[in-house]
């Protein structure tokens, strides 16, 4: 079935641990994206990336990286986990830029003790 | 700080009763969006509308968008229960990014 994966479904991590969310989509999209989502603040990019090989900063890329070796898997990491990270995490993609519908994931929920 | 705001933040209706939702945006657009999120799970691609369109309509769905005012909003005719979710607009520019504002929680009452 075609769309996005994101594993794992939920975690619960001790601060300063490192974690790595995975994201996987088999619609063959260029652009891909990481969103935060935390009670009463909608949804803030954290990364993206516009095609495969490159990734762009969003409005709060600090405390995350991502990489993006190919079209289908954009991970994210957490290099050592803070409790201000506990948030639910959504993997989005689509086909190109501007002019087209976000596809989600279910998203990972992150809770950093 | 995020590109578009709905309001308003909550909207408890009956079934049967339309719902309206209002987003503004601060800066020029290439279209905007609308998606509804169930309790839980991940957003879901309700409607584009272009930045020369002014209305748009998709089954009980209508949207409006003033440039001039730099607003929309979103009506849903005959809600049902099942329309109860969080709805979310979306900013769509020429930097690739999609940026979407906090939500309308809207509470359908059976």
């Known amino acids: 079935i075609a769309g996005i994966t994101q594993a794992p479904t939920s975690q619960i991590l001790a601060a300063g641990r490192r974690m790595t969310l995975r994201c996987t989509q088999d619609?063959?999209?260029?652009?891909m994206y990481w969103y935060r989502q935390d009670l009463g603040l909608g949804l803030r990019l954290i990364h993206y990336s516009n095609t495969a090989g490159t990734t762009g900063k969003g409005e709060v890329p600090d405390g995350y990286s991502v990489s993006r070796a190919n079209t289908d898997d954009f991970p994210l990491t957490l290099a050592s986990a803070v409790p201000s990270q506990t948030s639910v995490y959504f993997c989005?993609?689509?086909?190109?830029?501007?002019?087209?519908?976000?596809?989600f994931g279910p998203g990972t929920r992150l809770t950093v003790l | 700080s995020q590109q578009g705001e709905e309001d308003p933040q909550a909207l408890s209706i009956q079934e049967g009763e339309n719902a309206t939702m209002n987003c503004s945006y601060k800066t020029s657009i290439n279209n905007l969006q609308w998606y509804r999120q169930n309790s839980g799970r991940g957003l879901v691609h309700l409607i584009l509308i272009r930045s020369n369109e002014r209305e748009k309509h998709s089954g009980r769905l209508r949207v409006t968008l003033d440039t001039s005012k730099k607003s929309s909003s979103l009506l849903i005719t005959a809600s049902r229960a099942a329309d109860t979710a969080s709805y979310f607009c979306?900013?769509?520019?020429?930097?690739?990014?999609?940026?979407f504002g906090s939500g309308t929680r809207l509470l359908v009452r059976p």
């Open positions: 989005a993609s689509r086909p190109g830029g501007q002019g087209h519908e976000q596809f």
């Open positions: 979306a900013t769509d520019s020429s930097s690739y990014k999609l940026i």
């Open positions: 619609m063959r999209h260029n652009a």
